[in-house]
């Protein structure tokens, strides 16, 4: 059972940045294609961006040009770092495989407020 472990969250303003990190516990990484999840509140969880094993990233058109995902498969690790963040951006954010998921994480809240 692979456990995914999500951090660097926390209160920022809109305008800001954060960097998420997502630890998993396998330790044959490079061969997952990963991706970050957000879910508001009274919201269905969304895709945000997507990277496969190789480094191509994919990303929702709304985060596209301020989200960057990354992966640093030696450390079994994805991330993302998030710029220009808005209010719209708040939610609890997860990592996951792109398909076939493994358990979900228990997230890591990013709330944008002023």
């Known amino acids: 059972q692979v456990q995914l472990v999500e951090s660097g969250g926390g209160l920022v303003q809109p305008g800001g940045s954060l960097k998420l990190s997502c630890k998993a516990s396998?330790?044959?990484?490079?061969?997952?294609?990963m991706a970050w999840y957000r879910q508001a509140p009274g919201s269905q969880r969304e895709l945000v961006a997507t990277?496969?094993?190789?480094?191509?990233?994919n990303y929702a058109d709304s985060v596209k040009g301020r989200f960057t995902i990354s992966r640093d498969n030696a450390k079994s690790t994805v991330y993302l770092q998030m710029n220009s963040l808005k209010p719209d951006d708040t939610a609890v954010y997860y990592c996951?495989?792109?398909?076939?998921?493994?358990?979900w994480g228990q997230g890591t809240q990013v709330t944008v407020s002023s």
């Open positions: 990277i496969l094993g190789g480094g191509s990233a």
């Open positions: 396998r330790t044959i990484f490079r061969i997952y294609d």
């Open positions: 996951n495989r792109k398909s076939s998921l493994w358990s």
